[in-house]
Structure formats: C-alpha cells, structure tokens
C-alpha cells in the first residue's frame, strides 16, 4: 500500500492506493471556509490549518483504505511547488512516518502528480502527449515524450487561469475559489454579450496571459452589463485562449493524446471544448474526473508509485520544500 500526502496549497489531502494503481481511499479536506472572507488562500492561515487536519485525515485514509499504517510500503509527499509554510508540514509529516515506519519517503513535484492521474485508469498512455495543466497556481503546456519525461514549452507570463477565475469572481462580488462561482453564475448568462479579446502573446507564441482579461473586466464592470453575462464572456474568453494555445501546440509537437490537469478542467465549458479538440484531431484525451482535477493526495500516490515501479531512489531526509523554482 502506497500513501500520498498533498498540502501545498490549501486542501489537506490523503490517499492510500494498492500497487496496481487502484484508489483505496483519498480524503480532502478543504480550507475553503477559512480562506473565503479574504477572497483568497492566507498563506499562515493555510499552514495552521494544516498542521490541525493533517492527523485526522491521515487517520481517516488509513481507515477507509482498510489497513493499518504498518501495510504501508512507501510515502510520497508533494514537496513544491507551493506555499512553503503549507508544504512544510506535509514535508516534516511524511518524514516522520518513513522515519517511525522505517519505509522509504519520496518527495513529489505537484505539477508532475497533477499529470499523473491518468496512471490510476491503468489505461496505457499514448505518447508523445501534450500535458495541460491549468490551475490557482499555474498555466502550463508540456511535451512528454514517455512518462517521467516531460518538458515545459508554455506557461502564463502573468497570472495562472484559475487565478484569474478568482480575481474576476472577486471583481463581480461573488464568493471564493472563483472558477466554481463563475462557473455556476455563467449558465444563465450569454457568452456573446461582451466580445473580451482573447489574449495574443507575441514574444512566444504558445505562452498564456490572463491579466489583461482581468483588467477589461474591471473596465466593462464600470459599464452598463449584468454579471451574468460579463461572467459568460469572461469564462468563453478564457477558455478559448487555453484551447487556441493548446491546438497550436498539437499542431507543433506532433503530440497523440492530451493529458489534462489542474483545478480549472473541472469547468464544464473546459471539458467540453477540449473534449470537442480532442475528438476533432483524432487525439486521446485523459481528462481526469472533477474531484481529481482539484488538488488531492491521489495523484502524489500515482506520481510515486510510478517512480517506485521505475527503481527511481528515495529521497533523503534533509529534502527542502521548494515554492517556485525547482531546485
Ligand atoms: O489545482 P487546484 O486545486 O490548485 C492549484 O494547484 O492551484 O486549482 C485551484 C483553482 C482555483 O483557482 C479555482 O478557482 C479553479 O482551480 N477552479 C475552477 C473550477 N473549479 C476550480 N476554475 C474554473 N471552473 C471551475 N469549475
Ligand atoms: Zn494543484
């Protein structure tokens, strides 16, 4: 049994998984009630509550799993990137166990679990493939060649999508994380109200930026608009700048499959047109269920036992969490 812990951000999550990948249990416990009267994730405020949750949820992921801590045979932990303060208590968790348990510890790379999800299908994946990966924190295209062998050829030169979903939410007065309220205001608006440009990066052409978006909404919020629509228009937007970007890049890469990932491929517009892309190009799409899109300890769990089934080595105790660069 392979155990993975997820607190970089502000969901406290864990898994447990069996060696064939299948999910045993993946418990989450969100911040969101913490967090939402700041319109965004207070970075102390996370790590605190980490360090509260992060006994019970481990607890209660042994015990939906069905197993004690001893059949635990490996723990992975993210260990950036991420808020420092939250990673850290994922980071001095794992450790302790490996160290009492006397098993091995591996630290994950959040990005690369977010591309692992599809490993838990136990579908074979087709390769080379294009990995997109949006969320709070990030906005990035990848060319993976073989699993493990990814690298990045896009990413936002300013904010991620997801953040932009939240900023905007908090422009129109709706409540945090933004995609879901946005996402939910937006079916009763029209998306052709309000023609938001899609943004153009010209220095490299297959980079995203969200910020100018953020700034129309800001000024069409001054003109006349329901919120509905503005949300719509928004969402249409920014959705079409990830696909435009994503085709252009299948287009350069040669790629046979997508995987997708990330908070924001639990929007519905998203998953449509993407699934749409997909279907169109004749690619296969890995589109993971929405409750495995959002941050959570299964796909630590995918990331490592694939390391594990590779050989890779474990890491040593004196691993640092790391918050943007990796080291
Ligand atoms: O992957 P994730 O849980 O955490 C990070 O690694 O950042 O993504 C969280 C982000 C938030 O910005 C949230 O607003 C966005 O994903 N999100 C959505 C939706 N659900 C979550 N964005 C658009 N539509 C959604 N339904
Ligand atoms: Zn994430």
Known sequence: ???????????????????????????????EEIHKEFGGV?????????????????????KVAGITKHDLEAVGVTYGPGLIGSLLVGLSFAKALSYSLSIPFFGINHLEAHLSIP??????????????LVSGGHTELFYIERCGAGRSIAKTLDDAAGEAFDKVARLLGLGW???????????????KAIRFSIPKVKSKRLDFSFSGLKTAVY????????????????????????????????LETGARSIIAGGGVCANNR???????????????????????????????CANLLFKIKEGQPASSFDLAPFSRISP
Do not use: W
């Open 42 to 62: 207070f970075p102390e405020l996370a790590a605190r509550a980490h360090i509260e949750k992060i006994l019970p949820v481990f607890n209660e992921a042994i």
């Open 219 to 250: 000024y069409q919020l001054k003109e006349e608009g329901r919120k509905e629509d503005i949300a719509a228009s928004f969402q249409e937007a920014v959705v079409s700048h990830i696909l435009i970007n994503t085709q252009k890049a299948i």
């Open 1 to 31: 049994m392979f155990l993975g812990i997820e607190t970089s951000c502000d969901e406290t999550s864990i898994a447990v998984i069996d060696e064939d990948y299948k999910i045993l249990s993946n418990i989450v416990s969100s911040q």
């Open 177 to 191: 994380p933004g995609g879901p309220a946005i996402e939910k205001i937006a079916k009763t608006g029209d998306a």
């Open 270 to 300: 998203l998953r449509e047109e993407i699934s749409f892309l997909a279907k169109e190009r004749g690619l296969v799409l890995y589109l993971p269920e929405k409750n495995l899109c959002t941050d959570n300890g299964a796909m630590v």
């Open 119 to 132: 490993l838990l299908t136990k579908e074979k994946i087709l390769f080379p493939a294009l990995g997109l």
